[in-house]
């Protein structure tokens, strides 16, 4: 049962181009061939009825529910896997059909848990085999409702967020296949044969024990309770478990799922995925579809507070004391300091509104350009590498256009955690026969799991990016695989020549880059011809690339590689970064970076400057200001005293976390504008409560420029949405900003940004999605870009020399660190780590390969010490072939861990992004946590005191 109402085809839609023409029920249909004769029912407003049947799987005719006439034709054949004939007649409402159906739904009915055929009950408000049994005349169950046939091993609760209850199973299949089809993952089956035949997962395990990842797909599909949301029986409790549904945009990683938030007042009941939502098609992952319960988690702060010194405890104010007092602190260190010694840092977990107006706001009330955003320790590279060689920063392709892609090149990224829901799509492709190549240090899950195997995983060591990229850009060149037409048509020659030139240098040759990568040289080869050879080739990359001393190089090897193959254009091809977090694109869009406004145009160029000036009634700077790690050098020489945090935690999130407390610590001001007291929060002087997802109206834009409407599902539990406090900062400050609604903001930004002139909260209702650019040229938006012409006129070459990192190995560190996320958690796990989750990753670990492993004494669940020249820390190993000999693997969720201590400072040499994914290290056995982590964990256990109220008079 749903809120928003969703029409359930049956069946997916056919591809085919060719149409036919059908009669059913006396309506004369035409629909694409290949179509069933359930949908094309469907498209004249003809609902069959059905259980094992839904639009989001292949069909599979097991229910016969479904059934129908064709005149001429002997039998009631299924609906949903007969296709359809041009000239027949269909009749789905005949006695016989209604006999058949009744007979088979009293069946069902006698199996199923159920005590009667009343839709009304509590019990039976999410069982939609009853509605089913409604359609179909069913009144009565002359066999009974005690399924004494069935078997029944007892409830399992033990997935923190759903249960499975046999009793109420019709063995219809449908949560398998959501499994095999949609999730990909295989975890269910169907175990014992005839009345002993029950859904099992994994070898007869629990929910939680198996290989389930808890994405959901099995829970929407059951369509009889047997599989149900814990929040939904929580909910049947009361006399009406939701009332109203709400459209919205998932807050966690930058694929941008679509969900309907089912409501009770202004509590969520449950997430639904939507259907309609055109990055997700209906899917969802463990972290959107369950963990939004940090909304309400006990540890979120409300109320606004100040404290004099980061010693002291904090102590509640007023929002009007709070805001003054971060008006006045940054007014007086501007007059003492300077006008550049304050700055702010753009969340990319805000909406696109939220984060213009924090970078309005340093332009126009702080007067500077300081103003940074967490894409630069993530993706800045991409925005450089691509808009130097194609002439724009973003991804080329939207997500849809995996379906067309023949070969795959996944390198530095791990979808199935970080990106789960693309993930699921890329998996469907391989197993209709696309190939992929996976160049990364691990073995992630797309290079082997069931029925998906890489056609070649090249294991490189962390660093040699580039020199990987320019030997298969050797083959490419030196073994005439050139897509000689496309490079004469579409990119500058002369460029083209240099790089032709360069990469066929000998001393680029596989056998040359085997000795830097790691990865033999054949299959350094075979990658590069399967990629040039294979059809429509994709690139897809992740931090991996970019969060290196050479990422923005490492960007442009890939934009190089895709034009000397002619893959750009067209569905199936292109260069795609698979963004981090929710709204990392729309944050670099919004001009969050020092240099640039919104849309990518440098603060220098008087023209566009003039054009900000004259809509905000402000003289602005034309000198770019500091980056967020200038920042820190400059608090620490003195000339960089306050900051204004929105939703980024940079303590957890930063490299090198010593420096970062230092320079946290010479500020004079720090506010901190968020969800929790985070780690940043230990070191602030004003904390400014903040907003979820679901507290406010705006967009979010996806790794595929997919901008998205947020809405409103619940008033703000702090007083005020993230982009009002913003304005209460600036008005207060002395530079009116005055919105009733963000509605207002993106018309600025339309209004301002050339690639949104076509974008507004109307027009994104009318359409439900728009990929930017949209403007006169693409008023309905642009799903593959550069199809043409490069964004720049011709696409450009850069030479790409390799340049190793200053991060060696040697005797005293002689193994390479790389991090990553995992399924279950987020970034640094501010919203993860307060729900439910927690189960399945409680704590940081350290994959080590066994080899190194038993050098060091180490055994599996040891305590390590795992030290770099920057730092050190101490976490539990976990001893997996997973990582090559000679390279050690962390996530960074847990601030008890504190990952990032052991990073050092050297970074892009483009953008500063930190060089996370390479640290030189050693590990040796550990008794406990270092000196370090305890003086870091006493120190917040002391910041985050909070004094009691004071008594009103």
Not at 87 to 98: F, N, P, S
Not at 216 to 241: D, F, N, R, W, Y
Not at 604 to 633: C, H, Y
């Amino acid at each position: 049962m749903s809120f928003v109402h969703e029409i359930d085809y049956g069946t997916p839609k056919s591809k085919a181009e060719k149409t036919v023409t059908l009669t059913i029920d006396g309506k004369q249909v035409t629909v694409p061939e290949g179509t069933s004769i359930m949908r094309a029912a469907m498209e004249v407003g003809t609902e069959i009825p059905k259980l094992c049947a839904t639009d989001m799987l292949d069909a599979f005719g097991s229910c016969r529910i479904c059934l129908v006439e064709i005149d001429g034709r002997n039998g009631t054949p299924a609906s949903c896997t007969t296709p359809v004939a041009d000239g027949i007649v269909v009749h789905t409402k005949t006695e016989r059909l209604d006999r058949i159906r009744k007979g088979v739904m009293e069946l069902y009915a006698s199996d199923h848990s159920v005590t009667s055929l009343d839709r009304s009950a509590k019990e039976n408000t999410y069982v939609d085999l009853l509605d089913v049994a409604a359609d179909v005349g069913l009144e009565e169950v002359r066999y009974g409702f005690d399924c004494e046939h069935h078997p029944n091993a007892g409830v399992d609760e033990s997935n923190p967020y759903f249960i499975y209850d046999p009793a109420k199973c019709i063995v219809c299949s449908r949560c398998v296949r959501a499994c095999e089809e949609v999730q990909g993952t295989f975890a269910l089956t169907i175990s014992g044969r005839g009345f002993d035949s029950i859904v099992s997962a994994g070898m007869n395990e629990s929910f939680l024990g198996s290989e389930c990842v808890s994405c959901g797909a099995c829970v929407q599909a059951c369509p009889t309770g047997s599989l149900i949301e814990k929040s939904v029986l929580a909910a049947q409790a009361v006399e009406k478990p939701a009332d109203h549904s709400v459209v919205t945009t998932c807050a966690y990683c930058g694929v941008g799922c679509a969900f309907k938030a089912e409501m009770r007042g202004e509590e969520v009941v449950r997430m639904v995925p939507y259907k309609d939502g055109k990055a997700n098609r209906g899917h969802s992952c463990v972290k959107g579809r369950f963990a939004w319960g940090y909304a309400n988690h006990k540890e979120r702060i409300l109320k606004p507070m100040v404290r004099e010194k980061i010693t002291d405890p904090w102590r509640e104010v007023s929002w009007d004391e709070a805001i003054a007092r971060t008006a006045s602190e940054f007014k007086r260190i501007q007059q003492k300091y300077g006008r550049g010694a304050v700055g702010g840092i753009t969340s990319s977990r805000c909406t696109d509104e939220e984060t213009f107006l924090v970078q309005k706001l340093v332009r126009g009330g702080f007067r500077n350009n300081n103003v940074d955003t967490c894409a630069r320790v993530c993706h800045s590279p991409t925005g450089y590498g691509l808009s130097s060689t194609l002439g724009t920063s973003a991804g080329t392709q939207d997500f849809d256009s995996v379906e067309d892609c023949d070969v795959m090149v996944l390198i530095g990224a791990n979808p199935t955690d970080a990106h789960p829901v693309f993930a699921s799509r890329m998996k469907k492709r391989l197993r209709q026969g696309a190939k992929i190549i996976v160049i990364d240090p691990r073995a992630t899950d797309l290079v082997r799991s069931p029925h998906i195997e890489a056609a070649y995983h090249l294991p490189l060591l962390p660093g040699t990016n580039v020199a990987m990229l320019t030997g298969l850009a050797h083959v490419i060149v030196t073994e005439g695989l050139v897509n000689e037409k496309f490079v004469r048509e579409r990119c500058e020659g002369d460029a083209f020549q240099d790089w032709a030139e360069f990469v066929a240098d000998p001393k680029h040759s596989p056998e040359a880059i085997a000795k830097i990568t790691g990865v033999p040289a054949d299959d350094i080869r075979n990658a590069a011809r399967l990629y040039a050879t294979g059809g429509n080739g994709a690139f897809f990359y992740g931090l991996g690339v970019t969060e290196h001393s050479q990422g923005s190089t490492a960007v442009m090897g890939i934009a190089n590689l895709a034009m000397a193959t002619g893959n750009y254009g067209r569905p199936g091809v292109g260069v795609n970064p698979l963004r981090g977090q929710n709204n990392v694109q729309g944050s670099c869009d919004m001009g969050s970076f020092p240099h640039e406004f919104s849309g990518y145009r440098h603060v220098a160029t008087d023209s566009v400057r003039e054009q900000f000036e004259i809509d905000w009634g402000v003289k602005l700077d034309k000198e770019p200001g500091l980056r967020i790690n200038n920042m820190f050098d400059a608090a620490m020489d003195g000339s960089f005293l306050g900051l204004y945090v929105q939703g980024e935690d940079i303590l957890q999130s930063d490299p090198n976390t010593s420096h970062v407390v230092a320079a946290l610590s010479k500020m004079e001001c720090v506010v901190v504008q968020d969800l929790f007291l985070n780690e940043t929060a230990n070191y602030a002087h004003i904390f400014l409560p903040g907003s979820t997802f679901l507290e406010k109206d705006g967009t979010f834009i996806n790794a595929e420029r997919r901008i998205q409407l947020v809405r409103k599902v619940m008033e703000p539990k702090n007083g005020y949405a993230d982009w009002e406090v913003t304005c209460l900062i600036s008005n207060a400050m002395g530079y009116p900003m005055h919105y009733n609604h963000p509605s207002e903001i993106m018309d600025e930004i339309a209004r301002l940004t050339p690639t949104f002139s076509g974008v507004s909260f109307k027009r994104l209702e009318e359409l439900g999605s728009i990929q930017w650019p949209c403007n006169e040229k693409a008023p309905l938006g642009t799903p593959v870009m550069h199809i043409d012409t490069f964004v720049r006129g011709k696409g450009r070459f850069i030479v790409t020399e390799y340049v190793a990192t200053d991060e060696r190995v040697g005797p005293r560190f002689p193994l390479l660190l790389t991090t990553g996320r995992i399924l279950s958690q987020y970034n640094v796990g501010a919203q993860t780590r307060r729900t439910d989750n927690v189960v399945w990753h409680p704590e940081d670990r350290l994959e080590i390969h066994p080899n190194d492993a038993e050098m060091r004494g180490v055994r599996d669940g040891d305590w390590v010490r795992l030290q770099s020249r920057a730092g050190e820390t101490t976490l539990r190993a976990l001893i997996t072939e997973r990582v090559a000999p000679g390279v050690v693997y962390t996530t960074f969720h847990h601030p008890s861990t504190q990952a990032n201590v052991i990073t050092t400072d050297f970074s892009d040499w483009a953008t500063n992004c930190p060089e996370y994914k390479c640290t030189a290290v050693q590990i040796s056995p550990s008794n406990g946590p270092t000196e370090w982590q305890k003086s870091y964990e006493e120190q917040a256990r002391q910041s985050r005191r909070i004094a009691p109220a004071e008594a009103a008079e």
